[in-house]
């Protein structure tokens, strides 16, 4: 049996793939709490598929490949076939996604949780299988039963532990620790399913074709960068669109709509002129239809008098 590596660059790639196990499993559960939250079943499932793509595509597939860029056969290289990589990719995501369907509508109830997670765990598991069967090597690849059901018993647990925080937990300091839980789990089947393999190495052999592993490492950042922004962008206009809009996608008045108001003349000349207290008084009365008081009879003019006769001044005789 040839000697296999599984840390070849040391810590690096375990750390990398915690952490893209963590940030997928994060993202995911944040999308499952936004999910439960909804207020019709389509909005619903759009958080649930953002919810497959962020555990599915970035906690599962890349910590995978993440960490299977640490592998190594220092007697032989090693390539990758992208239809198979492809596929492991396609098995993560959708088995992730019909298990957060299930769960995510209707009553929670242990048995359905139960059971999407044996679905979600067997989905998982071919997605690891399916991965390591892209592995190119001059060479037979033997696996350790035991390990092997190990590796499979770990991914449904994991399955269904990650399918229960998604419809119970809430709050930042639960979702964190139950990611952190999560990533756990998912590096823990990994490396679990990764010791049951031994190579067999056929000397004389040519190299197969295929992907070198340290090309795939700029798809993997392109991938990772893409799922976060993609998830990041899609849930932002989802909860745009729930902010903004009822339940059926029509806008709603709240505290970021304002009724209207109806005109009035005080409203329009109040920047424009400022009023004497008896034109206001006559503009309240008419933007609150208070009758106006109808002018009184008009008092008719008096005749001016007649003028008095001169009196001639009296004359003195001598």
Partial sequence: MADVHHFTYGVFNPIAAYMLAFLGSFLGLLCTGRARDARNRGRRNRWLVIAAFAIGGGGIWLMHFSAMLGFDVPASP???????????????????GIGLLLVGHGRRSVPKTMAAGVLTGTGVIAMHYTGMEGIRLPATIH???????????????????????????????KITGAAAVMAVAVCGMHYTGMAAMSVELHPGAP?????????????IILITTATIVGVALSA???????????????????????????????QSSAGAMRLT????????????????????????????????PAVPPATSGS
């Fill in 78 to 96: 090693v390539r990758y076939d992208l239809g198979m990589t492809l596929l492991s990719l396609a098995f993560a995501v959708l088995t992730v």
């Fill in 143 to 173: 696996y350790s039963l035991p390990l092997m059901v190990a590796s499979a018993l770990i991914a449904i647990a994991a399955s269904t532990v990650a399918l229960w925080f998604a419809v119970s937990v809430r709050g930042a300091v």
């Fill in 207 to 219: 190299v197969p074709d295929g992907i070198r592993p340290l090309s795939m490492l700029v798809p």
């Fill in 236 to 266: 932002l206009q989802a909860m745009t669109e729930e902010e903004f809009t009822d339940g059926a996608g029509t806008p709603k008045r709240g505290v970021h709509a304002e009724s209207p108001q109806p005109w009035s003349l005080k």
């Fill in 277 to 308: 207290p008896a034109a206001r008084a006559v503009v309240g009365n008419r933007n609150t239809g208070a009758a106006r008081p109808s002018p009184g009879p008009r008092p008719s003019p008096r005749p001016a008098a007649a003028p008095s």
